[in-house]
């Protein structure tokens, strides 16, 4: 009895080790730009702290000017000089142009993935993306709905009136306060 114990608690230890140094193996496979050490499971997550773009420039400080970061399980990398975005969004533009696969996206978008911004890249996606500059978004289109927008932003802006009103009638009761119409 104690030896079958012993014999199968050497096999998860063998395991165990087998696991480790396949997965060491694995990530020096990869090409992948500098890291600071992170933690099992939540990844880099403990050295963001707020504000997040000053976190990442200190950290792109640190450790150089392209950094690849673990948000729990989910690979980010930070491309903080110009000169490496440009050769991200010139020459590895179609590395870059997919969108990652979220479990989320079968039930929150239109018809799995279908569009503009979530479309992964490939004809669908490109004639998406002519059909839209060219009908949707040309000059002619834009100009013929600037009327329609100036009447949105400006119903927009009186909403925003009236709620800070509101806001403000609430807070300050009966205490000399300056509203939002003293904004107008």
């Keep these: 009895m104690e030896a079958s114990?012993?014999?199968t608690l050497f096999l998860v230890l063998i395991l165990l080790l087998y696991l480790l140094f396949s997965a060491k193996k694995n990530n020096t496979k990869k090409n992948l730009p500098p890291s600071p050490p992170s933690?099992?499971?939540?990844g880099h997550l403990h050295l963001c702290r707020k504000p997040l773009h000053r976190c990442l420039a200190r950290l792109s400080a640190l450790h150089g000017p392209v950094l690849f970061?673990?948000?729990g399980t989910r690979p980010v990398l930070v491309v903080a000089s110009p000169a490496a975005a440009d050769e991200c969004?010139?020459?590895h533009d179609i590395t870059f142009a997919n969108?990652?696969?979220?479990?989320?996206?079968?039930?929150?978008?239109?018809?799995?993935n279908t569009t503009l911004d979530f479309a992964n890249y490939?004809?669908?996606?490109?004639?998406?993306r002519r059909?839209?500059?060219?009908?949707?978004?040309?000059?002619?289109?834009?100009?013929s709905s600037s009327d329609a927008r100036a009447h949105e932003v400006r119903s927009m802006a009186r909403e925003l009136l009236r709620a800070c009103d509101a806001a403000a009638d609430g807070l300050a009761k009966g205490s000399s306060r300056r509203g939002c119409s003293s904004l107008r």
């Design 89 to 91: 969004f010139t020459t």
């Design 131 to 143: 059909v839209a500059t060219v009908e949707v978004l040309s000059s002619h289109r834009l100009r």
């Design 122 to 128: 490939g004809p669908y996606w490109r004639n998406f």
């Design 39 to 42: 933690l099992p499971f939540i």
């Design 99 to 112: 969108r990652p696969i979220l479990p989320s996206r079968k039930y929150l978008l239109y018809k799995n």
């Design 5 to 7: 114990l012993s014999f």
């Design 69 to 71: 970061l673990r948000f």
